[in-house]
């Protein structure tokens, strides 16, 4: 079974995530790498590094029940080339008195920016597959800027 998760960069078609790499034992741990060029507007392009790690079995419980899962985390970092850019925002503000008009430019250099990521995914081996994840991204400064998280619901073991 393989949960990873593939997309075209920069026309080949490229690993982004793997959160299983089987078999699993705790201590395992594996990496996923990739750079992408223009991934977005603002971004000249990306480049991102995670490790895996296999920690060990948790119980976790989910809408389907409680499972004795292994888990698996992964810290990573991330690091963009900023696309320069000049943004210009006005904004006015009328009153009986007249009307007041504010114009703001900024300019954005070509710099670096980075942050981290932490995922967490935890696998139970009794029905074959995931049963939670998280995903959480962090800009330089530390401030979790997206958080992503996933729980089985349901499942039906067939004959």
């Given at each position: 079974?393989?949960?990873s998760?593939t997309?075209d960069?920069?026309g080949k078609?490229?690993?982004v995530?793997?959160?299983?790499l089987?078999?699993?034992?705790?201590?395992?741990?594996?990496e996923?790498?990739?750079?992408?060029?223009?991934?977005?507007?603002?971004?000249?392009?990306?480049?991102?590094?995670?490790?895996?790690?296999v920690?060990?079995?948790?119980?976790?419980?989910?809408?389907?029940?409680k499972?004795?899962?292994l888990?698996?985390?992964?810290?990573?970092h991330w690091?963009?080339?900023?696309?320069?850019a000049?943004?210009?925002?006005?904004?006015a503000?009328?009153?009986?008195?007249?009307?007041?008009?504010?114009?703001?430019?900024?300019?954005?250099?070509?710099?670096?920016?980075?942050?981290?990521?932490y995922k967490?995914?935890?696998y139970?081996p009794?029905?074959k597959?995931?049963?939670?994840?998280?995903?959480?991204?962090?800009?330089?400064?530390?401030?979790?800027?997206?958080?992503?998280t996933?729980?089985l619901?349901?499942?039906?073991?067939?004959?």
């Amino acid at each position: 079974m393989d949960l990873s998760r593939t997309r075209d960069i920069n026309g080949k078609e490229t690993v982004v995530n793997r959160p299983l790499l089987f078999p699993l034992a705790t201590g395992k741990t594996w990496e996923v790498q990739y750079v992408e060029q223009h991934p977005n507007k603002v971004h000249k392009s990306e480049r991102w590094s995670h490790k895996f790690t296999v920690v060990g079995f948790e119980t976790v419980e989910v809408p389907a029940g409680k499972f004795n899962a292994l888990k698996v985390e992964a810290e990573g970092h991330w690091t963009a080339q900023l696309e320069p850019a000049h943004t210009v925002v006005q904004g006015a503000q009328s009153s009986a008195d007249g009307t007041t008009m504010v114009t703001q430019a900024q300019n954005t250099r070509d710099e670096p920016v980075s942050g981290r990521t932490y995922k967490a995914f935890w696998y139970a081996p009794e029905v074959k597959r995931g049963v939670k994840s998280v995903e959480e991204y962090y800009s330089g400064s530390g401030v979790r800027t997206e958080r992503y998280t996933g729980e089985l619901e349901s499942f039906k073991i067939a004959p």
